[in-house]
């Protein structure tokens, strides 16, 4: 089976770098998969990671490590708007095929 | 180009009854994914359809089924509905896996399902 794990909650401030870190237990991983979802929104799709490294888009980077099952996203200076939730995902194509297993994701509050 | 698209955008059902949620895929995408998210769950893995095909599906009831028609659009029906099945019904698109990049999903809006 599968287990993601991403913390429940996150706090920052305007302008500040956070760092939400995701871990995960597959047995046929190809791929994992950030999204942002604001609230009463759909999931938008952030990154894509199946090499080791880091993805980097303007102000948010994926890193990744496989043989950590490891991963996080950095969100560079941080803006008021990126309130919202950050799902990290895995493709399991022994679990579900070619369908997304999302972790319970990460809620994060940025205030002024 | 137009979005993964879902209908309706609410309903409301009582307890035992049968719900069917409908979605049309992005343009050329042949994939389809349907996801439950109940409140405090997180997205959980429904069904998966490709070229008309049930491909795999999640942890759920056999009440929850569906089907992929011909031009790639979707239905998911959830029979004899419990209170538990309140949740927003996700649906997302992807072209077919070729084992790289480029193949993520793409959601709609969502159904809002209330059984009361």
């Known amino acids: 089976g599968q287990n993601i794990d991403q913390p429940t909650e996150m706090t920052a401030t305007e302008g500040a770098i956070v760092q939400i870190n995701c871990t995960y237990q597959t047995s046929g991983f190809n791929g994992l998969f950030w999204y942002q979802q604001h609230a009463g929104e759909a999931p938008t799709f952030l990154s894509y990671?199946?090499?080791?490294g880091l993805e980097e888009k303007g102000r948010f980077s994926s890193f990744f490590s496989r043989s950590k099952g490891y991963s996080y996203l950095l969100l560079k200076e941080l803006q008021m708007k990126d309130s919202a939730s950050y799902l990290c995902?895995?493709?399991?194509?022994?679990?579900?095929?070619?369908?997304?297993?999302f972790g319970k994701g990460t809620t994060l509050s940025v205030s002024s | 180009e137009a979005g993964v698209t879902q209908s309706p955008t609410h309903l409301i059902k009582t307890r035992g009854q049968q719900a069917t949620l409908r979605c049309s895929p992005i343009s050329g995408h042949t994939s389809v994914y349907w996801y439950q998210q109940a409140l405090g769950l997180g997205l959980q893995f429904l069904l998966w359809?490709?070229?008309?095909?049930?491909?795999n599906r999640g942890n759920f009831p056999p009440r929850f089924s569906g089907r992929q028609f011909p031009n790639y659009s979707s239905e998911l029906n959830v029979n004899a509905l419990e209170l538990e099945d309140s949740a927003l019904y996700l649906c997302?698109?992807?072209?077919?896996?070729?084992?790289?990049?480029?193949?993520?999903?793409?959601f709609g809006q969502g159904t809002r399902l209330t059984v009361v």
């Open positions: 995902a895995v493709r399991d194509i022994s679990q579900a095929g070619t369908a997304l297993i």
């Open positions: 359809y490709d070229e008309g095909e049930e491909r």
């Open positions: 990671n199946v090499l080791d």
């Open positions: 997302a698109s992807s072209l077919a896996w070729t084992g790289g990049a480029g193949t993520e999903a793409f």
